[in-house]
């Protein structure tokens, strides 16, 4: 199975946008607000309204999604078409009065399940849709709007493919060796990285933050009653550290260090020493971590305890992002189309914006690529 990349690209500018993993169904109005990233109070899908992203965690009583659904799961197509709702509507704000071009899309899974997925992803993205939601206005006023979506190509790919190219072919790239580890919320995964892309015989796949997360939330549970929280609101807690508890705020760094060691010590060191040899360190100098997880100091101090005497050990910037923003690049490097100038062809036939979607556990990114117009060669 081959990821080539073309020898050059455009340069490029990738913008962003993130929201959590969440949904949940409600028959609620909520005129006075919409969801401060996604701009809209309410997703129609099949005859039912949902909470989304923020909204489903500020108003929802129960927001969820399962972990890695597959994209015939309503948690898989709601996700997805709120995040392309999100990127068709900043492309209107910067595109006033003209077409929206059509997408080349890509979008991934975790390895384990990437061969498993992939032909039903496709199937899903590559319908042109219209999407349905409501939108409070200035005055309170709720009304439905639509959105038109089309997308030209799909592209579905390891995960670990998509952070491997944001690496390579980003900001800043790096071209030496390498071994990666994504650590998301569901999974975590690794490889080795060199210039012919990532080696099959390291690529491993585990569980993710969410193992620390359960041992978290068993610990905390002992002296504090969490109100029947949902896995995804206990991730929150997680993240921040504390809550309010009788109008006091209660710190649980304690126990969230705790929970990180024992993930650390129980399932991602023994698994980097099951797939990455004393030869694979020989060739490597730098360990990347990506994903969520490495946004945790108490787990990036300990990758430095275990490998910083022979590594160096590096977080890749907004490394939550880093998936979604190497997918945006690998459907603009491997997309041609005739005559290109900037971002779309001169031919407006093949005008098209290139797209990254990674529908994370925790948080799901959009990811839009912009260009210059000028070449480089790399």
């Known amino acids: 199975m081959s990821f080539l990349l073309p020898l050059s690209k455009l ?24 969801d401060p990233i996604l701009n809209f109070s309410k997703l129609k899908y099949n005859g039912s309204n949902y909470l989304v992203g ?17 994209p015939e799961d309503i948690d898989y197509k709601i996700i997805s078409q709120s995040a392309l709702v999100l990127a068709t509507q900043s492309l209107q704000s910067e595109n006033k009065n003209q077409k929206i071009p059509k997408a080349v899309l890509t979008a991934g899974f975790p390895y384990a399940t990437y061969l498993l997925n992939k032909d039903h992803a496709i199937d899903f993205f590559k319908e042109d849709r219209v999407i349905s939601y409501f939108k409070a206005d200035d005055e309170g006023v709720q009304h439905a709007e639509q959105i038109s979506v089309s997308i030209k190509d799909v592209n579905i790919i390891p995960e670990l493919v998509g952070c491997d190219t944001s690496i390579r072919k980003g900001e800043n790239p790096i071209d030496s060796n390498f071994i990666l580890i994504s650590i998301g919320y569901g999974t975590c995964e690794g490889a080795v990285s060199t210039s012919e892309g ?92 990506v994903g969520g997880g490495a946004l945790y100091k108490e787990l990036v101090a300990l990758f430095q305890e275990e490998f910083g005497e022979f590594l160096t050990v590096i977080v890749a910037d907004t490394p939550e992002k880093c998936a979604s923003k190497g997918y945006a690049l690998y459907s603009k490097l491997n ?44």
Request: some cysteine.
């Open 198 to 289: 990532l080696s099959a015989r390291t690529l491993f796949s585990s569980h993710g933050i969410s193992y620390a997360v359960n041992i978290f939330t068993q610990e905390v549970a002992k002296n504090t009653y969490l109100n029947m929280r949902t896995e995804h609101q206990i991730d929150h807690l997680f993240t921040k550290g504390y809550m309010f508890v009788n109008r006091k705020r209660k710190d649980f760094i304690n126990e969230r260090k705790n929970a990180i060691s024992l993930y650390y010590n129980n399932v991602i060191s023994p698994t980097i020493r099951r797939y990455i040899t004393d030869s694979d360190f020989e060739l490597c100098q730098k360990m990347v971590l």
């Open 54 to 70: 923020l909204q489903a965690l500020n108003e929802g009583v129960s927001p969820h999604k399962f972990i890695n659904p597959s």
């Open 335 to 378: 997309h041609s189309t005739s005559n290109k100038d900037g971002i779309y062809s001169s031919d407006d036939s093949e005008r098209v914006v290139y797209l990254g979607l990674d529908i994370g556990n925790a948080n799901t990114s959009v990811s839009i690529v912009s260009t210059n117009g000028k070449k480089e060669e790399f």
């Open 11 to 34: 340069i490029t500018m990738i913008k962003t946008y993130s929201f959590p993993s969440v949904y949940e169904a409600t028959l609620q109005d909520f005129a006075l607000s919409n």
